[in-house]
């Protein structure tokens, strides 16, 4: 049996190692302006003009993940999504 090194994949594995960066995206259509995503992130989402939830950043920093998940699963309306 012939062994072989390890290799990341960041398929599995995330972004830390030079692969996926975590991005989010808010549906304006779902989004009912209840402000539980900017509370709970206010790095990544923000108030719009409209007075709707926006995300602020291109990609989520590191520190912001958690955040930004927890975010995601605690919307309303399932407007935010990760994409």
């Given at each position: ?16 190692l030079?692969g996926?960066?975590?991005k989010?995206?808010v549906?304006?259509?779902l ?16 108030w719009?003009?409209?007075?709707l ?5 291109e990609?989520?920093p ?7 998940r ?9 407007a935010i999504k990760?994409?």
């Amino acid at each position: 049996m012939k062994w072989r090194a390890a290799v990341h994949n960041s398929k599995y594995f995330g972004n830390r190692l030079g692969g996926m960066t975590l991005k989010v995206s808010v549906d304006q259509d779902l989004c009912i302006a209840c402000g539980t995503c900017i509370d709970l992130c206010p790095g990544v989402f923000d108030w719009d003009d409209e007075g709707l939830s926006h995300v602020i950043v291109e990609e989520v920093p590191e520190d912001a993940e958690d955040c930004t998940r927890e975010s995601i699963e605690s919307c309303p309306t399932d407007a935010i999504k990760e994409i």
